[in-house]
């Protein structure tokens, strides 16, 4: 059994390394042997169909599932922000974002935080007040504010109406170019994909069937020709045409 070890993490200080991570759940592997690099600062979409191993993958990079087989190297500082923003409801937002902050000043450094994602004049907000947006938002400060070298993004603005999704996704963009951290987003969404990763990395039965570079100069926008070609390309990794329909076996 292998783990993810401070020895190898130094090495990798900053980016990700995996090989032959295996996992299973009673039956066929959900990872199979899977070999993957990630490099530091770089920012990953990783899309596949429900069942390929995405959110096992991203599980595994949080440290919330073991790695049973294979090797993981990660940085020690790694935050997560899910598709539910899972804020607590008894504490206001400043208090969710300070929660577990260690280091100095924590109060000023998630106030920088807040301001950040556009949410300064909700600090003292209860999270059931807060729009879905805001709430995802606060989600994201959170991570922010630890600093992380590795930000997991599960399938975060899935449940968001348009407008917020599209929102969204520009201040993520923003967020990264400021940031540099290195970046594994988990999502269905090849628009989303193209717009946001430098590289996306389809998934099958566990292992990767697709890597495709996306080279496209930023900010981005869901228009022209090489947008639509990278679009193309992974609706037809992932087996479905333009019209949104399944591709023949």
């Known amino acids: 059994m292998n783990a993810v070890t401070p020895a190898i993490a130094r090495q990798h200080a900053a980016g990700v390394r995996i090989r032959g991570l295996t996992r299973r759940f009673g039956g066929p592997a959900v990872l199979d042997r899977l070999d993957l690099d990630i490099r530091p600062g770089e920012f990953l979409a990783l899309l596949g169909r429900s069942g390929s191993g995405k959110t096992t993958l991203l599980r595994t990079l949080a440290g919330l599932d073991p790695v049973e087989q294979g090797e993981v190297a990660a940085p020690a500082r790694r935050a997560v922000v899910f598709q539910d923003p899972r804020l607590l409801p008894w504490k206001r937002v400043l208090r969710n974002v300070t929660l577990g902050l260690r280091g100095a000043d924590p109060k000023g450094r998630a106030l920088a935080a807040l301001a950040e994602v556009g949410l300064a004049h909700r600090t003292d907000a209860w999270p059931l007040t807060l729009s ?8 994201l400060a959170r991570a922010l504010v630890r600093e992380p070298e590795l930000l997991l993004l599960d399938e975060p603005f899935a449940a968001l109406d348009a407008l917020t999704r599209l929102r969204m996704q520009a201040m993520v963009a923003d967020l990264w170019q400021r940031h540099r951290c290195t970046v594994l987003l988990v999502t269905h ?3 989303e994909a193209v717009l946001l990763a430098d590289r996306a990395v389809v998934l099958e039965a566990g292992r990767i069937a697709t890597e495709v570079a996306i080279p496209l ?3 981005r926008r869901h228009a022209g020709a090489e947008f639509a070609a990278l679009r193309a390309r992974l609706l037809n990794a992932l087996g479905v045409e333009e019209d949104g329909h399944a591709l023949a076996a």
Do not use: C, T
Request: no cysteine.
């Open 132 to 139: 879905g947006g805001e709430a995802q938002r606060a989600g």
């Open 189 to 191: 969404d090849v628009d």
């Open 217 to 219: 100069e930023r900010p």
